[in-house]
């Protein structure tokens, strides 16, 4: 896998913080998570396949946040919703690595087990460890493939109805383009 530039990125996912770019996901632990379209589908195939495989599960998942990187002027991946950090343990507040409340949940200790790593890793993402941001995984490279999903097993997909409202007000739910059920929830 290769990272790409931050201009080859705005090429193929447009502009950061463009939310209409954005398709809500909701992952096997009962998080509605906000990914670009392109990469929704392969997230959620993602997250089925860490559930699956992985006794480690997340307690909260922060996604987008239109910011830039730390001490720098390009965009995070978190500003193109192309960036998740899991955390063991639940807030209320977003926890950064540099806040001395937040050092523990920053360790690898809290972070994600390889198994669930490599889950992600297998859709083409890419572990946060290997750098030492251990909660994070992103999307760094180009244009996903299509995600083909064998017929044979279809991933369960929860309606809208099922899902637990998580704020207030309600968020706006934004269609998907090609989730595998065609509609507007990955």
Not at 2 to 14: A, E, L, T, V, W
Not at 32 to 52: E, T
Request: one cysteine or more.
């Amino acid at each position: 896998m290769g990272r790409i530039s931050d201009s080859q990125r705005r090429s193929i996912f447009g502009a950061p913080c463009t939310t209409s770019n954005f398709a809500w996901v909701v992952t096997p632990w009962g998080y509605l998570v906000q990914a670009h379209k392109l990469v929704a589908p392969r997230f959620r195939a993602a997250c089925l396949a860490a559930d699956k495989e992985s006794a480690w599960k997340p307690l909260r998942i922060d996604g987008f946040n239109c910011r830039r990187i730390r001490n720098s002027t390009s965009w995070s991946l978190h500003a193109y919703a192309l960036a998740w950090d899991f955390f063991d343990q639940p807030g209320t507040t977003e926890i950064t690595p540099g806040d001395a409340a937040g050092l523990s949940v920053w360790g690898p200790d809290d972070a994600p087990d390889a198994a669930f790593r490599s889950a992600f890793e297998r859709f083409g993402f890419y572990a946060g460890a290997r750098f030492g941001d251990y909660p994070h995984i992103e999307w760094a490279d180009g244009r996903p493939a299509p995600l083909v999903i064998p017929a044979s097993a279809p991933a369960p997909v929860p309606t809208p109805t099922e899902v637990q409202p998580m704020f207030d007000p309600p968020l706006q739910i934004v269609a998907a383009l090609d989730c595998p059920n065609g509609g507007t929830w990955c």
